[in-house]
């Protein structure tokens, strides 16, 4: 069955359901021996109620998905249901115990007409929640798979990075007991300068790993922060 049959036929479904519950109020005011205002009135509430979850799912019908709209669909035909069945049960238990009931089939008919009213609600919030979970689900996934590409870059990054540093701080150790000038001199301190900066380099993407991997939050003076590095800017650019 196509997705166009599908959304029809549960369209049918919650009309049939209405009609129903009408029908049965139809029947029920007929056969009712009482006043012809009160029997009027009584048609009404079920007319009412029943009218109200059918616009209800026809409003639904064009603005949701199909899988939401037969949520809606399955919740106010089964919110019914439940609700008659219990109304009824509850009216046949106090009949076994000798009360006298007026109007039973009438109240059993309300409950019923009463809960599928609430019943497009019911399913179309329940459908946003899922809809809702099923996004973070996918964000928390893409989430993870983000931090596990994060560590590994880092781990190659810190890798590659201290094997380099090894490299440079032992040729730099070499040089620094062969050199003979002091323009010589002043490219190995720069050599240094480049090494130690590639360590902190290092460490920081080693912090950022941490940081990612926690939960816990710590309060910081922003202004501080930006203030010390706007000292730190300032004494490079004099120097």
Sequence with gaps: MSSIRRHLAAELLLSLFGSLLVGAGIVHAVRDTGALVPRLLELGVITALSLSFVLAGRYMSGRI????????????VGLGLLTGTLSWIASG??????YSLNEPVYYGLTMMAGGAAAGPYVGYFYGQLQQSNAELNHRYEEMAVLNRRLSVANRVLR?????????????TSDLKQ???TGSFGDRLDMLDRQTDELTELSEKMGEIR??????????????????????????????
């Design 178 to 180: 062969r050199r003979d």
């Design 65 to 76: 998905d199909e899988a939401r709209f037969r949520l809606v669909v399955y919740s106010t």
């Design 93 to 98: 238990i106090q009949l076994l115990q000798g």
């Design 210 to 239: 941490q940081v990612w991997n926690t939960n816990q939050r710590t309060s910081v003076d922003i202004v501080a922060i930006v203030n010390r590095a706007l000292d730190e800017l300032r004494s490079e650019l004099q120097e």
């Design 159 to 171: 890798h590659n990075l201290r094997n380099n540093l090894t490299v440079i701080a032992g040729v």
